[in-house]
């Protein structure tokens, strides 16, 4: 993020005293990525955040592949996966590169008995159904329907749902969630031209130091695996804390599509990027004005990324039968474009209600075990002529 936030107390001065009303020094983290060259928050707890415990066995969560080289287009059913009870147990991985995965979960209106911290990822949870609390140090995120809520690696968190059915699309990036640079100044602010501002950030609130001893279980997440730790204090015990390294909100509904005379390309809908990667938001819209406008986009051979889109709800231009919390995959070096009909049945339309959620990745993805489970086999024939 490019903005500074402070919640809480903290000193007047990094690096010096800090002391509890008994006396005692609060405990200084900083918490970084990328070493010391990214942007960081200094953390102030009420205990040194390094008491363990106990450390048990880890266990594997890595995804199974079934297909290592894919160029076959791929139409996914997620909503056919099950709920399930416990949070970290309904996620699915359904993609996997080197740079990133994706999936989606259907966890139920339960509150999380532990905390999670991932290792490895920052975490990109899109909200399709359900809303709720994610609980951190850095404070409250309340959630809702199509809300992106954004958690750097390392971030602890627990989340509690209000509603008993929920559906997420999640992308965990081995690289920095960043907002696309070309939106930013020299100085990190959004500018003018960019579809959303620093008001559509909602950031951490309600900060509640748990200043509490006990056994608090968080299972963190390294290299496929699963660690269970035992602390031996509330792991959001922090007074206070400031600085640019914070989970944050960014609601799909705040995203302002560009639009144009004629059909724009995808990167009007950026919404963020990461190594390897950018997301892209597909929101209700005036379609082009050009008076000989075809407002479904034109084909196109996207030869160096895959495209992924997840389908939120609305009637999508390009797509006949397309339904919610579906994923269709059109990888690159094979071009792509509108269903039979879509053309033609696009053209005097002035607007669209559809909603979707586009991953671009540079590199091509693997296909899970989990996602062949839930594929339409012939989707790939669906541009024939009937």
Not at 121 to 128: G, I, N, R, S, W
Not at 221 to 239: C, N, R, S
Not at 256 to 262: L, W
Not at 355 to 368: K, S
Request: with cysteine.
């Amino acid at each position: 993020m490019a903005f500074y936030q402070k919640k809480g107390k903290i000193p007047n001065k990094r690096h010096v005293q800090f002391r509890k009303e008994d006396g005692s020094l609060y405990a200084e983290e900083l918490v970084s990525t990328e070493g010391f060259a990214a942007n960081y928050s200094l953390i102030y707890h009420a205990h040194p955040p390094t008491l363990v415990k106990e450390i048990g066995e880890p266990y594997s969560v890595a995804p199974k592949i079934a297909v290592e080289k894919n160029l076959k287009s791929l139409s996914l059913s997620t909503f056919k996966v099950k709920p399930e009870a416990d949070y970290l147990k309904s996620r699915v991985v359904l993609m996997v590169n080197n740079d990133l995965q994706i999936g989606v979960a259907a966890p139920k209106g339960e509150k999380m008995d532990y905390f999670f911290k991932n290792g490895d990822a920052d975490e990109m949870l899109f909200v399709h159904e359900g809303e709720g609390t994610v609980h951190t140090i850095y404070g409250d995120l309340d959630f809702g329907y199509g809300d992106y809520i954004i958690l750097p690696r390392g971030t602890i968190y627990q989340i509690e749902f209000k509603t008993e059915n929920n559906r997420l699309f999640f992308l965990e990036s081995f690289s920095p969630i960043h907002l696309p640079k070309r939106y930013q100044n020299g100085e990190g602010q959004l500018m003018e031209h960019a579809p959303f501002c620093e008001r559509d950030i909602r950031t951490p609130e309600n900060l509640k130091m748990h200043d509490e001893h006990g056994d608090f279980k968080v299972l963190i997440k390294k290299q496929g695996l699963i660690f269970p730790y035992t602390y031996a204090t509330h792991p959001f015990d922090a007074v206070g804390w400031d600085g640019y390294h914070y989970p944050y909100i960014f609601s799909i509904h705040d995203f302002e599509p560009i639009t144009g005379r004629v059909h724009q390309p995808p990167p009007v809908h950026q919404t963020f990027s990461g190594a390897g990667f950018v997301v892209c938001s597909f929101c209700p819209r005036k379609y082009d004005y050009h008076p000989q406008a075809i407002p479904a986009p034109y084909h196109h051979s996207n030869v160096d990324s895959d495209e992924v889109l997840y389908y939120v709800d609305g009637d999508f231009m390009s797509r006949n039968n397309i339904q919610k919390g579906q994923i269709t995959l059109h990888p690159g070096g094979i071009p792509h474009g509108p269903h039979p009909g879509a053309a033609e049945r696009s053209i005097g339309v002035e607007d669209t209600e559809e909603l979707a959620v586009m991953v671009d990745p540079f590199r091509p993805f693997q296909i899970t075990e989990a996602a062949l489970e839930i594929q339409d086999p012939n989707y790939y024939l669906s541009w024939l002529e009937h």
